[in-house]
T-cell receptor, first 111, second 114 residues
Framework: QKEVEQNSGPLSVPEGAIASLNCTYS??????FFWYRQYSGKSPELIMSIYSNGDKEDGRFTAQLNKASQYVSLLIRDSQPSDSATYLC???????????FGAGTILRVKS | GAVVSQHPSRVICKSGTSVKIECRSL??????MFWYRQFPKQSLMLMAT?????????EQGVEKDKFLINHASLTLSTLTVTSAHPEDSSFYIC??????????FGSGTRLTVV
C-alpha cells in the first residue's frame, strides 16, 4: 500500500466547472495535510494546508479532511484553464516530520 | 518570507563527474532540510533528510555514498551527486521546514548526465 494515493487522471473539466481531487493516506498519526500545484518543469507551489477535520476554504479552493477515513480532498470552483496542472497531495509523517507526496493528479481545464 | 534559494537551476555534466547542488534559506534558519528527486511524469520521491550539524538520514534504496549531503550551517544544505551516470538525470528539489512549521521548496535543479 502506498503511503499517499491519488488517482493519476487526467481529470478533464470544462471551464467554470468544479474540479474534485481526492487523496487517501496510510499513516494514522499524520497531522498535517497539503495540496500543491506543480507545472511542468517547476517546483511545487502550496495551494492549501489543512490540519483539522472538516472544510477549509480559501478563495476558489476548498480542502476537506476526514481523519477517520484517512481522506483528503481539494475542490476547485470556477475552474480556469490556468488551473491546468498536476496537483500533488502531501502528508506529513508522524515520525521524522517528513513530507510524503502522492503520485499527483493531472487536471485539464478545457475552455 | 521563508524563501529557499536553490542553484544551479540546470546543469549538464559528463558521465563519471560529480555535481553539487546548493540550497540556501534566505530569511530563516533551516534546521531541517529535505532532498527530493522527481523523474519525468512521476511524483517527488524523498531521498534524504538533513539536519544541521549531523549526518543525513537516507530513505531506503538511496545510496548515501553516491548522494552526499552536507548541512554544515543553519542556512545551507548541499547535495553532491558523485560519479553521475545518465540514470541519475532527474529533477532535484530541496525543501525546508519553516519557523512556522510549514514546508517551503527550492526552485529545483534539472540535472542531465551525458
Amino acid at each position: 500500500q502506498k503511503e499517499v494515493e491519488q488517482n493519476s487522471g487526467p481529470l478533464s473539466v470544462p471551464e467554470g466547472a468544479i474540479a474534485s481531487l481526492n487523496c487517501t493516506y496510510s499513516d494514522r498519526g499524520s497531522q498535517s495535510f497539503f495540496w500543491y500545484r506543480q507545472y511542468s518543469g517547476k517546483s511545487p507551489e502550496l495551494i492549501m494546508s489543512i490540519y483539522s477535520n472538516g472544510d477549509k476554504e480559501d478563495g476558489r479552493f476548498t480542502a476537506q479532511l476526514n481523519k477517520a477515513s484517512q481522506y483528503v480532498s481539494l475542490l476547485i470552483r470556477d475552474s480556469q484553464p490556468s488551473d491546468s496542472a498536476t496537483y500533488l497531495c502531501a502528508v506529513n509523517k508522524a515520525v521524522g516530520n517528513k513530507l510524503v507526496f502522492g503520485a499527483g493528479t493531472i487536471l485539464r481545464v478545457k475552455s | 518570507g521563508a524563501v529557499v534559494s536553490q542553484h544551479p537551476s540546470r546543469v549538464i555534466c559528463k558521465s563519471g563527474t560529480s555535481v553539487k547542488i546548493e540550497c540556501r534559506s534566505l530569511d530563516f534558519q533551516a534546521t531541517t532540510m529535505f532532498w527530493y528527486r522527481q523523474f519525468p511524469k512521476q511524483s517527488l520521491m524523498l531521498m534524504a533528510t538533513s539536519n544541521e550539524g549531523s549526518k543525513a538520514t537516507y530513505e531506503q534504496g538511496v545510496e548515501k555514498d553516491k548522494f552526499l549531503i552536507n548541512h554544515a550551517s543553519l542556512t545551507l544544505s548541499t547535495l553532491t551527486v558523485t560519479s553521475a551516470h545518465p540514470e541519475d538525470s532527474s529533477f532535484y528539489i530541496c525543501s525546508a521546514i519553516t519557523t512556522k512549521g510549514g514546508y517551503t521548496f527550492g526552485s529545483g535543479t534539472r540535472l542531465t548526465v551525458v
